[in-house]
């Protein structure tokens, strides 16, 4: 069986297992006999989730803890795993293509949003822009219509360096800006 979100995260599971679960999960939805065709084949074909990683006030620690990962390794995610349909660190496009590709994902699909960074609040927001956009008008743009966020490292979870006093750029974290959504906050730096 080829590598597929299914078995991504276990690649020990077997084909047998695989149906095994989907037995399983069919009782437990009280599901009959004759749905578990249709489960195993929508598992199987399950698209990749897509992810959109957004960077702010950061220092790309936590971009490098990512590229430095092995277990999955940068590439097994990226293939196998996730679609990661826009970061600025890590995409090939830039520029007007790299904004359109954070356009189409935000409007037509469902997504998970990384953010990594604090975002800066104090006069207007000035002190963090990306095409032409605050960090916080950007954030206030994708956060709602994200599946789920993720605030990756203590600068996004909680305002980190940035948000020391004095705190000239007014930073703060996700959670401050953000609600009516799950956030997860991943602390550390890097994480």
Known sequence: MADTVNNA???????????????????????????????????????????????????????????????????????????????????????????????????KHPFILVVEGAIPTKDGGIYCKIAGKTAVDILAEVAPKASAIIAIGTCAAFGGVQAAAPNPTGAVGVQDLVSGKPIINIPGCPP
């Not at 957004?54 to 995610?77: I, K, M, N, V, Y």
């Open 9 to 107: 995260l276990d690649p020990q599971l077997d084909r047998r297992g695989f149906l095994k679960g989907c037995t399983m999960a069919a009782a437990a939805l009280g599901l009959s006999d004759a749905m578990i065709p249709k489960l195993v084949e929508a598992a199987a074909t399950a698209e990749r989730p897509r992810v959109i990683w957004l960077h702010f006030q950061e220092c790309t620690g936590c971009t490098e803890s990512l590229l430095r990962s092995s277990h999955p390794d940068l590439a097994r995610l990226l293939l196998d795993i996730i679609s990661l349909d826009y970061h600025e660190t890590v995409m090939a496009a830039a520029g007007h293509q790299a904004e359109q590709n954070l356009h189409d994902t935000v409007s």
